[in-house]
């Protein structure tokens, strides 16, 4: 059994910074790729930002040089430092994570969602 567990979401003002962060832990033999998603109210779940076992990283064009996405192996765990957030960045933000387990079983994990609010 896996656990992901999300942290770090809030209230901040335009133009500040937030960090989140996803750890998992339990039956992982290793993790693939890491990812952070978002969604709106009204709107549809999108890709914020991935990152390989490698270290690759991929962005929405909408965060590029505004977030940066990190991972911790040892720790199993995943990063979104988010600065110049904009009130468009209001979402629950949800990490995914691409998991092998000590079965060898490959299956895809979601955290439970962190909410990120930007407004004055």
């Known amino acids: 059994q896996v656990h992901v567990v999300e942290s770090g979401g809030g209230l901040v003002q335009p133009g500040g910074s937030l960090r989140l962060s996803c750890a998992a832990s339990?039956?992982?033999?290793?993790?693939?790729?890491m990812g952070w998603y978002r969604q709106a109210p009204g709107k549809q779940r999108e890709l914020v930002a991935t990152?390989?076992?490698?270290?690759?990283?991929n962005y929405a064009d909408s965060v590029k040089g505004r977030f940066t996405i990190s991972r911790d192996n040892a720790k199993n765990t995943v990063y979104l430092q988010m600065n110049s957030l904009k009130p468009g960045d209001t979402a629950v933000y949800h990490c995914?994570?691409?998991?092998?387990?000590?079965?060898?079983?490959?299956?895809?994990?979601w955290g439970q969602g962190t909410q990120v609010t930007v407004s004055s």
């Open positions: 990152i390989t076992s490698g270290g690759s990283t």
């Open positions: 339990g039956s992982i033999f290793k993790i693939s790729a």
């Open positions: 995914n994570l691409e998991v092998v387990t000590t079965t060898l079983t490959p299956r895809d994990y």
